[in-house]
Each structure stands twice: as structure tokens, then as C-alpha cells.
């Protein structure tokens, strides 16, 4: 049987100087990766050095018309854009292109409608697929030309599209409300709980946090070389030598630069975990670039959620892939409380195991009645 063709795309990205550009082209790296993980195949990246927006066509009329001639030449099905764009911007460069215009965002939904199992996770992908499209569902153009299918058109929100905009504000309402009877069950849940410590794997975007829960908990939780495999909260007991309470561990969804606001917010449920969690391990990958610039991003959503002042251990992970070890005493000395482990190998996995021990036992007189 013959393979279904996947979409090719062609990436977009603007730098603001030529001292910037060394950012943007690893942004658009981890863009191929968003992209790949939807389903298409990256095609080429095209980064340009301006110093300001285009108001109309973002990279101006000239490159949207450069661009317009590689998608014809080399049949190209779609074009994604490193930046989140207007409406306008996008309506007026399908226009020109010729393609499904996306933006950074779009593919982010995509990846999370894709990977929803859970009926709260459903819910909390169509709630924000419906916030974000809803100012750009102006009669044709944008909704009208997604119905056609692959990335952008996916997920619990596609078929809302062709609604008009009561319903889909009927709807928002609608799920608004779901997701509180869903807390609400949650928080009954948490009182039965309480006399039980609870640890929340937080980190951006695979750096490998179901690997580390896999190996604390002996759990079987899917690890994939993608971003975005976790949506559900999973939570797990994690048994502590010769600590007399019971802690669960849980692994949640994993951050990522430019995460959609709306996608946050929607998913305050499953990031309740982390809201509740009497210790925080922030999984680093160490080998990744812009590594201080990573951590920034994870813990600007930590103090989005209103939970930085809780104990946190930093877990640099993969130190397997190092092939400079002297970077490990660089990083102890710029970060506290930090463990250095391959939860591949299992190297060095006895020393977090030990300061999860001890961070949770000067907790005890304050969180655990006896």
C-alpha cells in the first residue's frame, strides 16, 4: 500500500541583527523539530535579518514574493513562520504564497490536539484552539482555507471552524465549564491526599523527564525523541528507602519557548500538579543549547504558576552525551541544588534519589500530620 505523502514545509524566521541571527537559527531548529512532530517534512529554512516587522506581510512584500517562487518551484505545501502572526499578515501572505500560511503557535495546537488522550486533555486543546482561532474567523480566508486537512486544521476544534462565532463562544463557555467540574473532583481528590508528599517533574520540552520517571518509579510512561509526547499529567509512587510517607511522583506537560498563553491557561488542570507539589525537579538536558536561556523560560512559567518560592532540585540529565565533564563543576557553580544524571545509564540516579530524601524530610513538620 502506498505511503500517504507527508506535507512539505518551508520554515521562516527573522532575526533583528546579524549579532541575533545565531539565535534565530536555533529557534528555527527547534521549529523543524514543532514540525516534524506534527507530521510534515521540513524542506529548507530561510532566515532574514530585519530590524522591523513588516506591518502587512511581517517579512515585506519582496521576500513574501521570493518565497512565493521557491514554494512553486519546488511544490512546497505549507509555509511556517518562527513568530506568532496577525490575522491580517496571514491572510495577506496566503494571498501572495499561494499556501497554507502557519505561525509557531498553530503548530504547537497541532501537536497538542495530536497527542491528547485523556478526555481533560481534549477538553483543555479544543478550549484553546477555539481562544486562539476565534478573532481570526472573519467569514472566508483563514477558516474557509483550513478545512482541507494536515497541520493547523487538526484536533477537537476542527470541526467548530465552520460555526459561527456564537457557538464557538457557546462552546468555549461550555468546556469553561467542564474543566471546573473536573477540578472540582480533583481538589475532593487532593483532601483524601493529604497526609502525602507530592513531587512534580517540571522542565522544558524533552529534556527528558518521562526517562527520569521511568527509572524512579519503575513506570512504563512512553519516551519519545519529540516534543510534546506528555500532555497528561502522570503520576506515579515513588518509594523513598527508609522514609516513612508515601510520595507520588508526577510528570506533566513540558515547556517551551513562546508556549501559547492560551494553552497555560487551558491546561491549569493537568499543570495543577504542579501547583500542589511540595517539591519541584526541574529536568535540564545539558547538552542542549542555549542551556541558561532554557532554564530562564521554565522557571518564567514556574513564576507564572506561582510556585517558585517552593523547594526545587535542578536535575541536569544526559551527562552521558558530555564529552567535556569540567562543564558539570561550571554548572554547580552557577546553580544550586543540582544533581548531575543520566537517567539513561542510571548514573548518579542514587544522589537524586537522596536529596528528593532530604528536601523532603525538612518538610515534614510542616506539611505531614502524623
Known sequence: MERERKEKALLVGIAKSSRKRWDEADRLEELALL????GA?????VLQIREKIDPKFFIGKGKALEIRDIVKQFDIDLVV???????SQVNNLEKIIGVKVLDRTE???????QHA????????VELAQLMYRLPR????????????GGIGTRGPGEKKLEVDRRRILDRIHFLKQRLKVIERSRAVQRKKRQSVFKVSLVGYTNAGKSSIMNYLTKAKVKVEDKLFATL???TRILYLPEFPYRVLLSDTVGFIEDLPPGLVASFNATLGVVKEADLLLHVIDITCERLDEKIQIVEDVLDGLVVREKPLIRVFNKIDMLLDRTMIERLKERYENSVFVSALTGENMDLLVN??????EGLIPNSVQE
Open 81 to 87: 513562520f518562527d513568530t506568532e502572526l496577525t490575522p
Open 107 to 113: 503548530v504547537i495546537m497541532d501537536i497538542f490536539a
Open 35 to 38: 514540525v516534524t512532530t506534527a
Open 355 to 360: 536529596s528528593i530524601k532530604e528536601k523532603l
Open 117 to 124: 488522550r485523556t478526555s481533560e486533555a481534549k477538553i483543555q
Open 137 to 148: 474567523l472573519t467569514g472566508k480566508g483563514l477558516a474557509l482555507s483550513r478545512l482541507g
Open 232 to 234: 497528561d499529567a502522570t
Open 41 to 45: 517534512e521540513v524542506f529548507e529554512k
